[in-house]
């Protein structure tokens, strides 16, 4: 029996990078963290309310199936793992994204997500 409130499950609209210029943005402002499945920009956004992801997926991936099927383990990762600040995640994939485990997606995620965190400007 469950009684504490459930974990937000969603993925909503207001989760995801949306425009051309806030990748630009984020691209020329944030941080670059490489890793070996990812590569992923943050920058931190001080007035935000919660952090939000955008995610590129070339052609080198793979077809379109797998280039989505990365697409939705990139999402799934950021569901589980949100970051504690707000900040603006991008994540580009890199090939071997498409033939990695989740298991190993995921400490790659992790990974890049805690070395920029610490390269991130503090408030």
Same mark, same amino acid.
């Given at each position: 029996?469950?009684?504490g409130r459930a974990a937000r499950e969603t993925f909503s609209r207001d989760d995801r990078l949306r425009k051309r210029t806030e990748f630009e943005e984020c691209y020329s402002s944030g941080v670059r963290v490489s890793g070996r499945h990812f590569l992923v920009f943050l920058l931190a956004r001080p007035g935000a309310e919660k =952090?939000?992801?955008g995610i590129s997926v070339s052609r !080198?991936?793979?077809d379109a199936v797998t280039r989505n099927r990365v697409k939705r383990r990139i999402r799934e990762l950021? !569901? !589980?793992k949100r970051p504690p600040q707000a900040v603006e995640v991008v994540v580009n994939a890199? =090939?071997?994204a498409a033939s990695a485990a989740f298991g190993e997606l995921e400490r790659?995620?992790?990974d890049c997500l805690r070395r920029g965190a610490s !390269?991130? =400007?503090r408030p």
């Open positions: 029996m469950n009684s =952090p939000r992801i !080198r991936v793979g950021f !569901r !589980r890199r =090939p071997s790659d995620y992790a !390269r991130l =400007p």
